[in-house]
């Protein structure tokens, strides 16, 4: 065999296995990408597991809410208190008074009562929540008698207005720091009395 076919030989050889190298090469980088890919897939499946997952907890946590929201009123978080009531059907013709001893006075003609906690009925207003409460007091003297009325809370005098005949308004306001089940109503004392003409005469509260 001559030196030149042992060459060609030789770098045939040499030739098919370079190319069996590359073949190979080529193999072990694919299945690095394929295995690559599919470890991605797997990140990307339990990912998507875990939202599903959060999604179908969603309508629960929502009922919990609403559960949530519903107790906290039931249970008596602060909501809107105030009241606005004046002076009419429960007068003597047209003037409330004079007794014999002091008396709460029922201002019976309710304009607003959100929350219910005052009780025309009664004339007393029941504070709900503890807190802060201003409260104003407003009503007329009679044409020949002088009024005289006293806010009260829980039976303990706060503020007096006193009105002289004939005609003059008897005014006070004043804010107070309550407990919840505290007691506020406007007193009249006796011998005193209050004019009911024109739905005047009125007492008003509020929860800030």
């Given at each position: 065999?001559?030196?030149?076919?042992?060459?060609?030989?030789?770098?045939?050889l040499?030739?098919?296995?370079?190319r069996?190298?590359?073949?190979?090469?080529?193999?072990?980088?694919?299945?690095?990408?394929?295995?690559?890919?599919?470890?991605?897939?797997?990140e990307?499946?339990?990912?998507?597991?875990?939202?599903e997952?959060?999604?179908?907890?969603?309508?629960?946590?929502?009922?919990?809410?609403?559960?949530?929201?519903?107790?906290s009123?039931?249970?008596?978080?602060?909501?809107?208190?105030?009241?606005?009531?004046?002076?009419?059907?429960?007068?003597?013709?047209?003037?409330?008074?004079?007794?014999?001893?002091?008396?709460?006075?029922?201002?019976?003609?309710?304009?607003?009562?959100?929350?219910?906690?005052?009780?025309?009925?009664?004339?007393?207003f029941?504070?709900?929540?503890?807190?802060?409460?201003?409260?104003?007091?407003?009503?007329?003297?009679?044409?020949?008698?002088?009024?005289?009325?006293?806010?009260?809370?829980?039976?303990?005098?706060?503020?007096?207005a006193?009105?002289?005949?004939?005609?003059?308004?008897?005014?006070?306001?004043?804010?107070?720091?309550?407990?919840?089940?505290?007691?506020?109503?406007?007193?009249?004392?006796?011998?005193?009395?209050?004019?009911?003409?024109?739905?005047?005469?009125?007492?008003?509260?509020?929860?800030?």
């Amino acid at each position: 065999m001559s030196i030149f076919m042992i060459f060609c030989f030789g770098l045939s050889l040499c030739l098919s296995r370079t190319r069996a190298l590359s073949t190979g090469d080529v193999l072990q980088h694919n299945m690095l990408v394929i295995m690559q890919k599919i470890s991605e897939l797997h990140e990307i499946q339990e990912r998507l597991t875990k939202a599903e997952t959060k999604l179908k907890q969603y309508p629960t946590t929502l009922e919990n809410c609403k559960q949530h929201c519903i107790q906290s009123i039931q249970c008596g978080q602060p909501q809107k208190v105030g009241f606005f009531a004046t002076l009419k059907s429960t007068c003597d013709s047209t003037h409330y008074g004079p007794y014999k001893t002091n008396i709460v006075i029922k201002f019976d003609n309710v304009k607003t009562n959100t929350g219910n906690a005052y009780n025309p009925a009664t004339g007393i207003f029941i504070a709900p929540y503890a807190g802060l409460y201003s409260f104003h007091v407003n009503v007329l003297s009679g044409h020949h008698n002088r009024t005289d009325i006293h806010l009260m809370i829980n039976n303990y005098f706060q503020y007096n207005a006193i009105g002289e005949p004939p005609y003059s308004y008897a005014s006070n306001s004043a804010v107070f720091n309550l407990k919840k089940n505290d007691k506020v109503w406007v007193e009249l004392k006796k011998k005193f009395v209050v004019d009911c003409a024109g739905d005047i005469s009125s007492f008003a509260g509020v929860y800030h």
